[in-house]
């Protein structure tokens, strides 16, 4: 059974199949492949990475993000054996960098699953050629995102296992109300999925690695992750069959995760954080962060690792579309939010709004404004989004943006809330730049090892896109 | 980890194994390094060795994780007699605060006294004691206090240093010398008369008191134009009307308790009682007790005087002459009331109703005079007047012609031998002037509790007793008597207290001296054998002794004094006022007050004191450089920049502090702050403002000078300056937090106090519940705990802070920390100003845990840590804490306080004995907050047991605050019960809830401040 949709999909791609010189342009789709690729040359380029001596550039560059990461662990130490007192939270602001750097790493986490699974199923094929790279970043991600709920905690050697529903003695459970609990059920079982998702679709790729491995270690390493792999029809139908209900189960996990951190916030009664927009505000905030993340990453990846065949620049420019998009339906809340601040009539709504965008933190609240809305327009243009310098640089734009949207949510709701009597300020400590630095080299430590040590484009989808490949699988 | 070794055997043996410095080791040993001295981020005294260091150690220690300190606790092995593990015991003794003195109960446990409270037999406190008078409890164990006595600069055995002081003594009046005592102002008869003894017995010997704070004004005045030597106390009680002329009589004035407790009987209006004084404040400062005026009027210094004169013109042509004399009258004539439009409207409210008028202590004589010749104008002073003769200060005669003869004698060279006893002159004197003083004096010795900055100038220092130490006595100031009974032996073992080295001098130099009486505690038993037991009509005198230690107080027929009007001292201080009114003052004006927390700075080293916010300005660990907005613009300076202010006894580097309500060209700073030896918490807090003052009063008002040094000083304030409807980009409506209004209009219609349309709610008849999400909790059985706070009642004097401090082991945290917003009071005294920026209405409103009914922070502890009681309190369960802060951010109040560092880990021996043992002490990484003082309620529940009770009687449980408060604004009790106190105070029509609309259904209910304006609907 084939519709009219596969039909017309099958002859663009018999046309692409073709060559370079299709008949109209602006009929086709742009290839998701550059030049005329062997699959055999996919596994070539993406091998030799994995099996090639790390260069010095990758030496040098792993050498200061883990330095950087060392640094941070060194602080995360300091704090446990000294107090929260060496941060500069305070009463009031009792969250401040912790939280802000919590929502900041699963928000970029939030790009991988988007790509790998929800893609997937609305089988947007240009996403094969990063879904790995995004999956792995994810995964990174929410490992830096995991740290703060346990480290922003005054006794973390408790909390550890205290946020646990544990059964004891005393029968204590924790306080299924609070929505920290929830947090720690939507981010663990995220953190689980994401992490068996990306490692299923793994699979395929060490049996191929294991079969070219020439080197011991690897060889007995990628036996044993690939799982006995031998590219039965089989093995391929399971897998398949495994990738799509994984597929499923993170579709609305992605969705969910982001949902339930911004309970946090909207569930409290803190004017500014008790609002109804948070769960889809957040949402859209959360990929669009991801994908500026995944924009800064391969970007930077593609040109390194010498993929630009396969990472071409429509994956670019369909990713600045994405981040566009989403970008405006974060300006969109942001201005949603006012309107109700004015439209309540509640006084202590409208004073929180207007003092972030006028008080003591008006800068860090125009920072954010600026990154996240006025900034993306640039995309507008194609040339823009067609060109990798500037798409880059407005990528980290969107980083710093969307870390400062969390900042301005919980340090600017927190430090003037209803009684002015308790207001005050929060000024962050040398060690609260030392854990956010950590965590950044955590994660780029991470991702530098996966993309040396690991396929770093998914292999065998790759090759399932290649120009050719696709009708050759008669399989519908 | 605790220093003691015993936790830490496994540590040093996995340390061991990974690294061999032994700088690390020594680390390691104290957690922190040795210089790491105030709870700190650190940051300043790590270097980055050390934090290598650590890190590394820190890996180490990992494995065997963060354990809690470990204690070992000893059972007797012979129980003391009277003594029950875990029960308290009360004891009476007495406070004195210059020449105040009040009754007290001070609750210890295991023998050592853990809070000090007011003796509620005692007439004058109550049951109340003010912040200093709770806080010195602090003092009997502060280490810096466990001192040795010290002949030149050598370990000496007090005995040896009495000999030693008798030899000098001996010595120089052989060489006909003088030998002078110089002490503090105090109010114990038994003191008076050793030191009539003591200048009978040592030949050429004369004791002077000479106190700190040296204002003669008020004692001058009334000896000249009352012919009584003492500061009359009067009873505001009685007075309908009250003007203050810059008077801080509930704040700064030693008797300040005794005031409030009367002012606050007649500021609690209610729709049936609608009886309500009426206080006008006439000041420059900003005061406590100014900001509490139901009308401020802000004058300049200099204008004082002819507010005052203008004022008497007016009483005067009102009243008829009265007793004056035409002298007196014709002065008037020329007073200009043009400039103070209030002020007849003022005068016909004092004529017309029982008044009184208060004059600040620091304002001279002659100011003095005019506020007593309106007293005796408007009829106030006399037998059963609102000023009774028969009320005054003991011993509070005039000083300052005694100190001023002193001051020659010393520089005449005629004085062999000073001692100082437990006074502080080198500090309370500009350094030049002190220097000069003593120069010519050969010997110069000091008896004093804590070494202070005369003792550097002194061969010979003894550490003397702390009053819960030592026996001793005290006449209040309506005539009764109490016994100061020692609470504990000398924490300082051997430590003799200063009546005690004293009579040991006597007795040194001649052996027959006190031969009678060899020791203090028989001396005092002696006088009041012969002054109070005969007559009083006992059987036997251990009887009489033991009553009166054990109800902490005798009546005593009060010390007779009859005025007699000498109108021609008046008319000379008249003239003297006219003439100074006449000559305007140009340029700036310095104002040295005392500080409203340290007083003169005797009790400058303790914590509790020093992070106690001012009342006013709400500022710690410093005294300040205050002034108006204009007088800010003029100087061209901000809060925070250093000025350099000069005057021509000194110079000092204060902060500049923007405070509204300051008279302009006006500099306010506080006494107090500044000790350079007074111990390790006071030193290098605030400056010295003594140094600033030529004499002979060391408070007033002098010109000064003023720069920019353009150099900066954080001031860490626990609350900045927010007005209700403040600056243009904050114009918000916050009425619901604070309800206030004005006495006419509230007893027309109290529903005006409630804006916005929203229902009367304290009444709680009229509401409907709003619905909830959360589940009704059910309270019908048992016990419902609620408070209410009448902010109408509240002056502000912070009394609740510091009981609370004291009995729930709240850590002080250092300027470091409150200037990031880490103070841990549970109870704090929120300031709001309404109005204009240079005559504000200020509001005042003690915010503490609101023990919700729906409490948001409940809901979202992921650990269960804060969780409802049956009873309606939100408890704290600090062992269930992991430190989230979730319920800190959820509070609407901001009440919780998290402990972001170990702030008890460097509290020093002895200074851990004064902890409350019915309260946790926290550790780092928890949250608290205010728990209605649940220890005494489980107390209060053990002790009904006993007696076969389920239900405690209303009263039963005194919280802390509710305890100390002088105002007795606040009331806590059982709400189920309809006959309760509570329950009566939360059905009055000025109850509200703050931020009612949240429907969090607060526990407290708060009563609106009514103010009692001239001419109603102002």
């Given at each position: 059974?084939?519709?009219?949709?596969?039909?017309?999909?099958?002859?663009?791609?018999?046309?692409?199949?073709?060559?370079?010189?299709?008949?109209?342009?602006?009929?086709?789709?742009?290839?998701?492949?550059?030049?005329?690729?062997?699959?055999?040359?996919?596994?070539?380029?993406?091998s030799?990475?994995v099996e090639?001596?790390?260069?010095?550039?990758?030496?040098?560059?792993?050498?200061?993000?883990?330095?950087?990461?060392?640094?941070?662990?060194?602080?995360?130490?300091?704090?446990?054996?000294?107090?929260?007192?060496?941060?500069?939270?305070?009463?009031?602001?009792?969250?401040?960098?912790?939280?802000?750097?919590?929502?900041?790493?699963?928000?970029?986490?939030?790009?991988?699953?988007?790509?790998?699974?929800?893609?997937?199923?609305?089988?947007?094929?240009?996403?094969?050629?990063?879904?790995?790279?995004?999956?792995a970043?994810?995964?990174?991600?929410?490992?830096?995102?995991?740290?703060?709920?346990?480290?922003?905690?005054?006794?973390?050697?408790?909390?550890?296992?205290?946020?646990?529903?544990?059964?004891?003695?005393?029968?204590?459970?924790?306080?299924?109300?609070?929505?920290?609990?929830?947090?720690?059920?939507?981010?663990?079982?995220?953190?689980?999925?994401?992490a068996m998702?990306w490692f299923v679709g793994l699979v395929p790729d060490f049996a191929t690695l294991r079969n070219r491995a020439k080197n011991k270690i690897a060889r007995i390493a990628f036996t044993f992750f690939s799982m006995g792999w031998t590219g039965a029809?089989?093995h391929?139908?399971r897998y398949?069959?495994a990738?799509?209900?994984?597929?499923?189960?993170?579709?609305?996990?992605?969705?969910?995760?982001?949902?339930?951190?911004?309970?946090?916030?909207?569930?409290?009664?803190?004017?500014?954080?008790?609002?109804?927009?948070?769960?889809?505000?957040?949402?859209?905030?959360?990929?669009?962060?991801?994908?500026?993340?995944?924009?800064?990453?391969?970007?930077?990846?593609?040109?390194?690792?010498?993929?630009?065949?396969?990472?071409?620049?429509?994956?670019?420019?369909?990713?600045?579309?994405?981040?566009?998009?989403?970008?405006?339906?974060?300006?969109?809340?942001?201005?949603?939010?006012?309107?109700?601040?004015?439209?309540?009539?509640?006084?202590?709504?409208?004073?929180?709004?207007?003092?972030?965008?006028?008080?003591?933190?008006?800068?860090?609240?125009?920072?954010?404004?600026?990154?996240?809305?006025?900034?993306?327009?640039?995309?507008?243009?194609?040339?823009?989004?067609?060109?990798?310098?500037?798409?880059?640089?407005?990528?980290?734009?969107?980083?710093?943006?969307?870390?400062?949207?969390?900042?301005?949510?919980?340090?600017?709701?927190?430090?003037?809330?209803?009684?002015?009597?308790?207001?005050?300020?929060?000024?962050?400590?040398?060690?609260?730049?030392?854990?956010?630095?950590?965590?950044?080299?955590?994660?780029?430590?991470?991702?530098?090892v996966f993309?040396k040590y690991l396929p770093?484009?998914?292999i065998s989808?790759?090759?399932?896109?290649?120009?050719?490949?696709?009708?050759?699988?008669?399989?519908? | 980890?605790?220093?003691?070794?015993?936790?830490?055997?496994?540590?040093?043996?996995?340390?061991?194994?990974?690294?061999?410095?032994?700088?690390?080791?020594?680390?390691?040993?104290?957690?922190?390094?040795?210089?790491?001295?105030?709870?700190?981020?650190?940051?300043?005294?790590?270097?980055?060795?050390?934090?290598?260091?650590?890190?590394?150690?820190?890996?180490?220690?990992?494995?065997?994780?963060?354990?809690?300190?470990?204690?070992?606790?000893?059972?007797?092995?012979?129980?003391?007699?009277?003594?029950?593990?875990?029960?308290?015991?009360?004891?009476?003794?007495?406070?004195?605060?210059?020449?105040?003195?009040?009754?007290?109960?001070?609750?210890?446990?295991?023998?050592?006294?853990?809070?000090?409270?007011?003796?509620?037999?005692?007439?004058?406190?109550?049951?109340?004691?003010?912040?200093?008078?709770?806080?010195?409890?602090?003092?009997?164990?502060?280490?810096?206090?466990?001192?040795?006595?010290?002949?030149?600069?050598?370990?000496?055995?007090?005995?040896?240093?009495?000999?030693?002081?008798?030899?000098?003594?001996?010595?120089?009046?052989?060489?006909?010398?003088?030998?002078?005592?110089?002490?503090?102002?105090?109010?114990?008869?038994?003191?008076?008369?050793?030191?009539?003894?003591?200048?009978?017995?040592?030949?050429?010997?004369?004791?002077?008191?000479?106190?700190?704070?040296?204002?003669?004004?008020?004692?001058?005045?009334?000896?000249?134009?009352?012919?009584?030597?003492?500061?009359?106390?009067?009873?505001?009680?009685?007075?309908?009307?009250?003007?203050?002329?810059?008077?801080?009589?509930?704040?700064?004035?030693?008797?300040?308790?005794?005031?409030?407790?009367?002012?606050?009987?007649?500021?609690?209006?209610?729709?049936?009682?609608?009886?309500?004084?009426?206080?006008?404040?006439?000041?420059?400062?900003?005061?406590?007790?100014?900001?509490?005026?139901?009308?401020?009027?802000?004058?300049?210094?200099?204008?004082?005087?002819?507010?005052?004169?203008?004022?008497?013109?007016?009483?005067?042509?009102?009243?008829?002459?009265?007793?004056?004399?035409?002298?007196?009258?014709?002065?008037?004539?020329?007073?200009?009331?043009?400039?103070?439009?209030?002020?007849?409207?003022?005068?016909?409210?004092?004529?017309?109703?029982?008044?009184?008028?208060?004059?600040?202590?620091?304002?001279?004589?002659?100011?003095?005079?005019?506020?007593?010749?309106?007293?005796?104008?408007?009829?106030?002073?006399?037998?059963?007047?609102?000023?009774?003769?028969?009320?005054?200060?003991?011993?509070?005669?005039?000083?300052?012609?005694?100190?001023?003869?002193?001051?020659?004698?010393?520089?005449?060279?005629?004085?062999?031998?000073?001692?100082?006893?437990?006074?502080?002159?080198?500090?309370?004197?500009?350094?030049?002037?002190?220097?000069?003083?003593?120069?010519?004096?050969?010997?110069?010795?000091?008896?004093?509790?804590?070494?202070?900055?005369?003792?550097?100038?002194?061969?010979?220092?003894?550490?003397?007793?702390?009053?819960?130490?030592?026996?001793?006595?005290?006449?209040?100031?309506?005539?009764?008597?109490?016994?100061?009974?020692?609470?504990?032996?000398?924490?300082?073992?051997?430590?003799?207290?200063?009546?005690?080295?004293?009579?040991?001098?006597?007795?040194?130099?001649?052996?027959?001296?006190?031969?009678?009486?060899?020791?203090?505690?028989?001396?005092?038993?002696?006088?009041?054998?012969?002054?109070?037991?005969?007559?009083?009509?006992?059987?036997?005198?251990?009887?009489?002794?033991?009553?009166?230690?054990?109800?902490?107080?005798?009546?005593?027929?009060?010390?007779?004094?009859?005025?007699?009007?000498?109108?021609?001292?008046?008319?000379?201080?008249?003239?003297?006022?006219?003439?100074?009114?006449?000559?305007?003052?140009?340029?700036?004006?310095?104002?040295?007050?005392?500080?409203?927390?340290?007083?003169?700075?005797?009790?400058?080293?303790?914590?509790?004191?020093?992070?106690?916010?001012?009342?006013?300005?709400?500022?710690?660990?410093?005294?300040?450089?205050?002034?108006?907005?204009?007088?800010?613009?003029?100087?061209?300076?901000?809060?925070?920049?250093?000025?350099?202010?000069?005057?021509?006894?000194?110079?000092?580097?204060?902060?500049?502090?923007?405070?509204?309500?300051?008279?302009?060209?006006?500099?306010?700073?506080?006494?107090?702050?500044?000790?350079?030896?007074?111990?390790?918490?006071?030193?290098?807090?605030?400056?010295?403002?003594?140094?600033?003052?030529?004499?002979?009063?060391?408070?007033?008002?002098?010109?000064?000078?003023?720069?920019?040094?353009?150099?900066?000083?954080?001031?860490?304030?626990?609350?900045?300056?927010?007005?209700?409807?403040?600056?243009?980009?904050?114009?918000?409506?916050?009425?619901?937090?604070?309800?206030?209004?004005?006495?006419?209009?509230?007893?027309?219609?109290?529903?005006?106090?409630?804006?916005?349309?929203?229902?009367?709610?304290?009444?709680?008849?009229?509401?409907?519940?709003?619905?909830?999400?959360?589940?009704?909790?059910?309270?019908?059985?048992?016990?419902?705990?609620?408070?209410?706070?009448?902010?109408?009642?509240?002056?502000?004097?912070?009394?609740?802070?510091?009981?609370?401090?004291?009995?729930?082991?709240?850590?002080?945290?250092?300027?470091?920390?409150?200037?990031?917003?880490?103070?841990?009071?549970?109870?704090?005294?929120?300031?709001?100003?309404?109005?204009?920026?240079?005559?504000?209405?200020?509001?005042?409103?003690?915010?503490?845990?609101?023990?919700?009914?729906?409490?948001?922070?409940?809901?979202?502890?992921?650990?269960?840590?804060?969780?409802?009681?049956?009873?309606?309190?939100?408890?704290?369960?600090?062992?269930?804490?992991?430190?989230?802060?979730?319920?800190?951010?959820?509070?609407?109040?901001?009440?919780?306080?998290?402990?972001?560092?170990?702030?008890?880990?460097?509290?020093?021996?002895?200074?851990?004995?004064?902890?409350?043992?019915?309260?946790?002490?926290?550790?780092?990484?928890?949250?608290?907050?205010?728990?209605?003082?649940?220890?005494?309620?489980?107390?209060?529940?053990?002790?009904?047991?006993?007696?076969?009770?389920?239900?405690?009687?209303?009263?039963?449980?005194?919280?802390?605050?509710?305890?100390?408060?002088?105002?007795?604004?606040?009331?806590?009790?059982?709400?189920?019960?309809?006959?309760?106190?509570?329950?009566?105070?939360?059905?009055?029509?000025?109850?509200?809830?703050?931020?009612?609309?949240?429907?969090?259904?607060?526990?407290?209910?708060?009563?609106?401040?009514?103010?009692?304006?001239?001419?109603?609907?102002?």
């Amino acid at each position: 059974m084939r519709t009219v949709t596969d039909k017309h999909r099958q002859d663009s791609w018999n046309i692409e199949g073709g060559g370079a010189l299709a008949v109209d342009p602006h009929d086709l789709r742009e290839p998701l492949v550059e030049g005329t690729p062997k699959p055999a040359d996919v596994t070539e380029t993406v091998s030799r990475v994995v099996e090639s001596k790390p260069t010095r550039l990758w030496y040098a560059t792993v050498t200061v993000t883990g330095a950087l990461a060392g640094w941070g662990i060194l602080t995360i130490l300091y704090t446990v054996f000294t107090g929260i007192g060496v941060w500069g939270n305070n009463q009031p602001v009792g969250w401040a960098w912790d939280i802000t750097n919590f929502v900041f790493w699963i928000g970029i986490g939030h790009a991988g699953t988007l790509i790998s699974a929800i893609l997937f199923l609305f089988r947007q094929k240009w996403r094969t050629a990063i879904n790995r790279a995004a999956e792995a970043m994810t995964i990174f991600a929410v490992i830096c995102a995991l740290i703060f709920p346990i480290i922003h905690t005054g006794r973390p050697w408790v909390a550890v296992y205290w946020l646990l529903p544990l059964p004891n003695q005393m029968e204590m459970w924790v306080n299924f109300r609070s929505p920290l609990l929830w947090d720690v059920f939507a981010v663990s079982t995220y953190f689980a999925v994401s992490a068996m998702f990306w490692f299923v679709g793994l699979v395929p790729d060490f049996a191929t690695l294991r079969n070219r491995a020439k080197n011991k270690i690897a060889r007995i390493a990628f036996t044993f992750f690939s799982m006995g792999w031998t590219g039965a029809n089989r093995h391929w139908h399971r897998y398949e069959k495994a990738y799509l209900i994984l597929a499923g189960i993170s579709t609305p996990l992605v969705l969910s995760v982001h949902t339930i951190v911004s309970f946090d916030f909207a569930v409290s009664v803190i004017p500014g954080w008790h609002t109804t927009i948070f769960p889809p505000y957040f949402v859209a905030g959360a990929i669009f962060s991801g994908f500026g993340m995944v924009l800064t990453l391969m970007i930077l990846a593609r040109k390194l690792l010498n993929l630009e065949q396969f990472i071409t620049v429509k994956h670019i420019e369909n990713m600045s579309k994405v981040l566009m998009a989403t970008g405006l339906m974060v300006g969109y809340a942001y201005g949603i939010e006012f309107f109700i601040a004015w439209y309540s009539g509640n006084p202590y709504e409208r004073f929180v709004f207007i003092n972030r965008a006028f008080g003591p933190y008006s800068w860090a609240y125009w920072t954010m404004v600026s990154c996240n809305v006025f900034i993306p327009q640039l995309f507008w243009f194609r040339g823009i989004r067609r060109n990798l310098l500037i798409t880059w640089i407005i990528s980290i734009f969107v980083n710093i943006g969307m870390w400062f949207e969390r900042f301005v949510i919980i340090v600017t709701s927190l430090h003037r809330d209803f009684l002015p009597s308790s207001w005050g300020m929060f000024t962050p400590t040398w060690v609260d730049v030392s854990i956010f630095a950590g965590t950044v080299g955590l994660f780029l430590t991470l991702f530098l090892v996966f993309a040396k040590y690991l396929p770093v484009l998914a292999i065998s989808e790759v090759k399932g896109i290649l120009p050719g490949a696709q009708p050759k699988h008669g399989h519908h | 980890m605790s220093d003691t070794d015993t936790s830490n055997k496994t540590y040093w043996k996995s340390f061991r194994e990974l690294g061999k410095d032994p700088d690390v080791l020594e680390q390691l040993k104290h957690e922190f390094p040795a210089d790491y001295d105030e709870p700190s981020s650190g940051a300043s005294s790590m270097t980055r060795r050390t934090f290598i260091g650590l890190m590394a150690a820190s890996a180490a220690l990992a494995a065997t994780g963060c354990r809690r300190p470990e204690q070992q606790i000893v059972p007797y092995v012979r129980k003391p007699e009277y003594l029950t593990p875990g029960i308290a015991d009360q004891f009476t003794t007495a406070f004195t605060h210059q020449n105040f003195a009040a009754g007290l109960l001070v609750r210890s446990r295991e023998g050592r006294p853990v809070k000090i409270e007011g003796n509620d037999l005692c007439s004058i406190s109550g049951g109340k004691a003010m912040p200093l008078t709770q806080a010195s409890l602090l003092s009997l164990y502060d280490p810096d206090r466990m001192l040795r006595p010290t002949v030149h600069d050598s370990d000496s055995t007090p005995l040896n240093a009495m000999r030693r002081m008798a030899d000098a003594v001996r010595e120089v009046t052989g060489k006909g010398k003088s030998v002078r005592i110089i002490v503090d102002e105090h109010a114990s008869p038994s003191l008076a008369r050793l030191y009539g003894e003591l200048e009978a017995m040592i030949p050429n010997t004369r004791v002077v008191t000479w106190p700190a704070i040296a204002a003669g004004g008020a004692a001058e005045a009334s000896r000249q134009l009352l012919g009584i030597d003492a500061v009359l106390v009067p009873d505001l009680s009685r007075a309908d009307v009250i003007l203050g002329v810059e008077s801080d009589f509930m704040g700064t004035d030693p008797e300040a308790l005794y005031h409030i407790r009367n002012f606050a009987k007649r500021r609690k209006p209610e729709t049936g009682a609608p009886d309500m004084s009426r206080f006008y404040s006439a000041e420059a400062a900003m005061t406590m007790t100014g900001s509490n005026a139901d009308t401020r009027i802000r004058i300049r210094p200099g204008e004082i005087d002819e507010f005052l004169l203008a004022l008497l013109h007016e009483v005067v042509a009102a009243k008829g002459r009265g007793g004056f004399d035409s002298a007196i009258v014709s002065q008037l004539s020329g007073a200009d009331n043009s400039r103070f439009p209030e002020i007849r409207r003022i005068a016909e409210d004092l004529t017309s109703k029982p008044s009184v008028v208060m004059v600040g202590r620091h304002l001279p004589v002659h100011t003095h005079a005019l506020g007593i010749m309106l007293n005796q104008a408007l009829g106030a002073i006399g037998d059963g007047g609102i000023i009774d003769p028969k009320r005054a200060l003991p011993f509070s005669n005039a000083k300052t012609a005694g100190i001023e003869a002193l001051k020659k004698e010393l520089q005449s060279g005629s004085v062999g031998a000073v001692i100082f006893a437990d006074v502080n002159p080198a500090y309370a004197l500009p350094s030049e002037t002190f220097r000069s003083l003593i120069s010519r004096v050969l010997y110069r010795f000091s008896l004093s509790e804590y070494a202070g900055e005369t003792s550097k100038f002194c061969s010979i220092f003894v550490p003397v007793n702390h009053y819960l130490e030592s026996w001793g006595d005290v006449r209040m100031l309506d005539g009764s008597e109490a016994v100061v009974q020692p609470q504990i032996a000398p924490l300082n073992d051997g430590q003799p207290s200063m009546a005690d080295t004293l009579m040991g001098i006597a007795r040194a130099f001649d052996a027959k001296n006190f031969e009678a009486t060899p020791t203090w505690y028989e001396y005092v038993q002696k006088r009041w054998r012969e002054e109070r037991f005969a007559g009083s009509g006992r059987p036997s005198f251990t009887g009489f002794w033991n009553d009166a230690l054990r109800s902490g107080r005798i009546d005593a027929s009060p010390v007779p004094r009859s005025v007699s009007w000498n109108g021609a001292a008046a008319a000379a201080q008249l003239r003297t006022a006219v003439g100074k009114a006449s000559t305007q003052q140009k340029g700036m004006t310095l104002g040295v007050l005392p500080s409203s927390t340290l007083y003169d700075g005797r009790y400058a080293n303790l914590g509790w004191l020093m992070e106690l916010p001012d009342p006013v300005t709400k500022v710690t660990w410093d005294n300040v450089a205050i002034m108006s907005r204009t007088t800010a613009v003029r100087l061209g300076v901000e809060t925070g920049d250093l000025l350099h202010v000069k005057t021509k006894a000194g110079a000092v580097h204060l902060p500049a502090f923007i405070q509204p309500g300051v008279a302009d060209d006006t500099i306010f700073t506080q006494t107090g702050f500044g000790r350079s030896e007074g111990g390790r918490v006071s030193a290098d807090k605030g400056v010295n403002a003594f140094s600033l003052m030529p004499g002979p009063d060391t408070i007033g008002y002098l010109p000064v000078s003023v720069e920019k040094t353009g150099e900066t000083l954080e001031i860490a304030t626990t609350q900045d300056h927010h007005s209700l409807s403040g600056d243009d980009l904050y114009d918000i409506d916050r009425t619901e937090i604070v309800k206030e209004g004005t006495l006419a209009a509230f007893l027309k219609n109290p529903a005006s106090l409630y804006k916005n349309d929203l229902p009367v709610y304290g009444a709680e008849k009229n509401t409907d519940r709003p619905i909830s999400i959360m589940p009704e909790h059910d309270y019908s059985k048992g016990h419902r705990w609620g408070m209410t706070i009448d902010t109408s009642a509240c002056v502000g004097c912070n009394a609740c802070v510091i009981a609370c401090v004291s009995e729930n082991n709240i850590p002080v945290v250092g300027k470091e920390q409150v200037l990031r917003g880490r103070e841990m009071h549970w109870i704090r005294i929120d300031r709001y100003y309404a109005g204009a920026d240079d005559s504000p209405e200020t509001l005042l409103q003690p915010m503490l845990c609101q023990h919700c009914e729906k409490a948001p922070c409940e809901n979202v502890c992921p650990v269960a840590a804060t969780t409802h009681s049956p009873e309606g309190l939100n408890e704290m369960t600090y062992n269930r804490c992991v430190g989230t802060r979730y319920c800190s951010n959820n509070c609407p109040y901001k009440v919780r306080r998290f402990n972001y560092l170990n702030y008890h880990k460097d509290d020093r021996e002895p200074v851990n004995m004064v902890f409350n043992p019915d309260v946790t002490v926290r550790m780092r990484g928890i949250m608290e907050k205010c728990t209605f003082c649940v220890h005494r309620i489980n107390e209060a529940k053990f002790h009904a047991k006993n007696e076969g009770r389920d239900m405690l009687h209303d009263g039963e449980v005194v919280t802390a605050c509710q305890q100390a408060c002088p105002a007795d604004a606040i009331v806590f009790g059982n709400t189920n019960d309809p006959e309760s106190a509570v329950s009566k105070h939360r059905a009055s029509d000025r109850g509200y809830h703050v931020l009612r609309e949240l429907n969090v259904l607060p526990s407290i209910t708060y009563k609106a401040k009514i103010r009692n304006t001239n001419g109603g609907n102002a």
